[in-house]
């Protein structure tokens, strides 16, 4: 197994720009596709909590907080399948490193939204479920959480481990 100090070190692949964006293309469209689910299945419960009965009980808070809820997981949605349509209207045209840094901007920003309609959802299940003052706490922790795996970790690696190539 090669060493961190190696890995620094080392010279990176031998690729071409065209190659280079072809295969950060396809990891690309892979990682979107494991949030993409995700994303799916919350904004499809999401779209039903309203043709419940005890969506007639909830105050205004929690309706509000539920339309912010349904529009953030709209947008995440929205920024998700973008990165594919954004290949889509360019490709063809010479233009696949431009192509990635794009698309890539667009499924970060919809892990960020993703992030938001988390916490959203998540404040307002646990406002309806326990009624209780814990509820900011208990949803500032998991976001906490979320914050420390999705970019506390992954920028404290890029920062020990990196060589200043990008990948």
């Known amino acids: 197994m090669e060493s961190p100090d190696a890995r620094r070190t080392s010279r990176g692949r031998h690729e071409t720009p065209e190659e280079r964006a072809d295969r950060r293309w396809v990891e690309l469209l892979q990682e979107v596709r494991v949030i993409q689910i995700g994303v799916q299945i919350l904004f499809g419960f999401l779209l039903t909590?309203?043709?419940?009965?005890?969506?007639?009980?909830?105050?205004?808070?929690?309706r509000t907080i539920y339309v912010v809820t349904v529009l953030l997981g709209a947008a995440t949605t929205g920024a998700l399948i973008g990165t594919v349509t954004f290949h889509r209207l360019v490709a063809g045209h010479r233009l696949k490193p431009e192509t990635v840094t794009w698309a890539s901007r667009l499924a970060l920003t919809g892990i960020v939204l993703l992030l938001l309609t988390v916490t959203s959802a998540l404040l307002l299940i646990l406002r309806i479920a326990l009624d209780s003052r814990a509820v900011p706490w208990l949803v500032a922790g998991v976001v906490a959480w979320f914050m420390v795996c999705w970019f506390a970790l992954p920028a404290w690696v890029l920062h020990r481990y990196s060589s200043g190539d990008q990948g």
Do not use: K, W
């Open 49 to 62: 909590v309203v043709f419940t009965p005890r969506f007639a009980t909830l105050g205004a808070t929690d």
